[in-house]
């Protein structure tokens, strides 16, 4: 059964383009900051956000794909309409790293070539240290290598997996097992690329402070908002009446890995700070200094909504299986996740402007993306029948019980 975009959907998501675009040129009137800094910090905090559901999205496709998973062929359409927002979040996160060099905004300071100058007054030792990995044609190339990697393989596996609906016999199966062998490779570039990127892009803005368990950190607040966002679209599609198949024990899997990633996302988060916290370095705990001195809230909000919610409301079977309840849950742990990259990037890239927190143009702007995320989704999802017709899997997939 394809998917039909129904006018109430469509009018939805126009409206959240509208109301978000409306409040983000609000605030973008309102924003005095040097270089409009608050207003490129707020679009770096939404186009990784949002590219990061897109990416969480192609990592767990890949990885069902390169373990012959045959639970998920039922619900692999969502995910592929998750990933075709990478084309967009890339043309936004290039827009935002390409305004970083030109010094339209300052978010990335080791970018001030003054620091790796001896003469200068500005002269940074511990930056002059790093720059090797962090100057700007090295940053470039894997910024390029990373975003056009990831936009190939999400392109290259929604080709095949249309191609497959055509495909019986001999063809489908090495079809299929193309797919695995591409899978496997594609977990190999993103076993990497996830962990510089958030190097490059997030732990840079505080260029003097690095954690070497950053990158495991970004990558599952990127995988959990992404199980998140799937599991909120299959319980929207079975509503409408799509989807007939998907059962109660498909969401059951959904749940328990939205369950389970949060609890990984926990873990390196408390890791991470404990490790630091303990062993007290100057250096290191400024970090989180600025975060819990200057914003208590939104760092202890983020903590509680993304690690006391999902383990008190899903430890139960039957939560995930309540659809109204998962949708629920799912929705404050995709806020909780938001919140997550803003006390990332804020307090560094915009410091003083961000001393009043979430503001109009924060809200404003993470509507207009989700309005825009929508219907990218949407469109996607209705290019294409929901159910994969000829998957090697798909019996055992409309047959799975738990």
């Known amino acids: 059964m394809n998917f039909t975009i129904s006018k109430r959907a469509r009018t939805l998501s126009m409206a959240l383009v509208v109301l978000g675009a409306l409040a983000t040129v609000a605030g973008v009137i309102g924003d005095h900051s040097d270089h409009h800094q ?11 956000f949002f590219l990061g559901i897109g990416l969480g999205a192609l990592f767990f496709y890949a990885l069902q794909n390169a373990t012959e998973t045959a639970w998920s062929v039922l619900v692999k359409r969502v995910y592929e309409g998750i990933m075709a927002w990478i084309p967009v979040g890339a043309i936004v996160m290039i827009v935002v790293l390409a305004a970083g060099s030109l010094h339209l905004h300052h978010i990335y300071h080791w970018m001030d070539a003054s620091l790796y100058d001896k003469a200068s007054p500005n002269y940074d030792e511990i930056m002059a240290g790093k720059k090797a990995f962090l100057n700007q044609p090295f940053f470039w190339i894997r910024s390029l290598v990373y975003l056009g990697t990831f936009v190939l393989f999400a392109r290259w596996f929604r080709k095949k997996s249309l191609e497959m609906d055509g495909l019986t016999g001999e063809s489908l199966v090495r079809t299929h097992l193309l797919t695995y062998r591409r899978g496997a490779l594609f977990l190999v570039f993103f076993a990497v690329f996830s962990s510089t990127l958030a190097w490059d892009w997030l732990m840079s803005i505080d260029a003097h402070w690095f954690s070497t368990l950053y990158g495991w950190y970004v990558f599952s607040g990127m995988w959990v908002s992404a199980m998140v966002t799937g599991v909120v679209m299959v319980l929207y599609l079975k509503r409408k009446g799509y989807l007939p198949q998907v059962s109660n024990s498909h969401i059951h899997d959904m749940g328990k890995w939205v369950f389970a990633i949060s609890f990984l996302w926990t873990y390196l988060y408390f890791s991470q700070f404990m490790l630091i916290w303990y062993s007290n370095i100057p250096e290191e705990v400024t970090y989180f200094q600025q975060r819990i001195n200057d914003h208590p809230w939104l760092t202890w909000t983020t903590f509680a909504i993304n690690f006391a919610l999902p383990m008190v ?14 949708i629920g849950v799912g929705a404050a742990i ?8 803003n006390m990332m990037v804020m307090p560094g890239a915009a410091g003083h402007d961000f001393h009043h927190g979430i503001g109009l143009l924060d809200a404003g702007m993470f509507t207009l993306f989700l309005g825009l995320f929508i219907t990218v989704v949407f469109n996607a999802l209705a290019k294409a029948p929901l159910t994969p017709v000829n998957h090697p899997f798909l019996e055992e997939s409309v047959h799975h019980q738990i």
């Open 38 to 48: 608050r207003t490129w910090s707020a679009l770096l905090v939404n186009g990784f």
């Open 313 to 326: 409301l899903l430890m139960s079977r039957d939560a995930k299986r309540n659809p109204r309840f998962l």
């Open 334 to 341: 995709f806020i909780g996740h938001w919140l997550d990259v």
